[in-house]
């Protein structure tokens, strides 16, 4: 895998994943970092090359276990954990910016508080996210998601650092690191 081109799909990953809940209270079992290893492998082609759509839904889809097409906190934080495990493995593999990138990325789940994160984002309150609640800082365009999120004109920075409290410091390191 190129960890090289992932880091602008890690920081979209991030946005998604990172909307789990800590206090769930029965789990779904957490996705293997296998799983993990293959979506970062596509997500960062798809994610530098593709209209941004087609980067969302490939996260929706892996996101989305129930298949119901919003992400509920079980679901999310399956994710999370999967995620987790799986960058914890990869740091022993990366090296300079793409391991601090990764590293930066793991703190910035670690430390966010996710259920009212979540809360943040869900609009109606019906304990579910729609893409459209979970981009609500982000407008989709043709151009890949790589290009969107370094335009601060289509990406809401400001908004989202808002949303994450004491988890922006670590964004904003994470988004200067690429």
Partial sequence: MSFGKAPAFLTAALLALGLASTAVAKPPAPPGSDEFHKLVAIGSLLCTEAPAQECVDLG???????????????EVGAVRRGFLDWAAEMQGVLS????????????????????????????????????????ADVELDERPMAKILADGTATDWDAIQARLGRGAALLRLLRAAH
């Fill in 96 to 135: 300079g910016r793409e391991a601090m990138t990764l590293k930066l990325a793991r703190g910035l789940l670690a430390v966010v508080p996710l259920s009212p994160l979540f809360a943040l984002y869900d609009d109606d309150s019906d304990g579910k996210l729609s893409q459209a609640e979970l981009l």
């Fill in 60 to 74: 929706w889809r892996f996101a989305d276990a129930d298949g119901d097409g919003q992400l509920d906190l079980e």
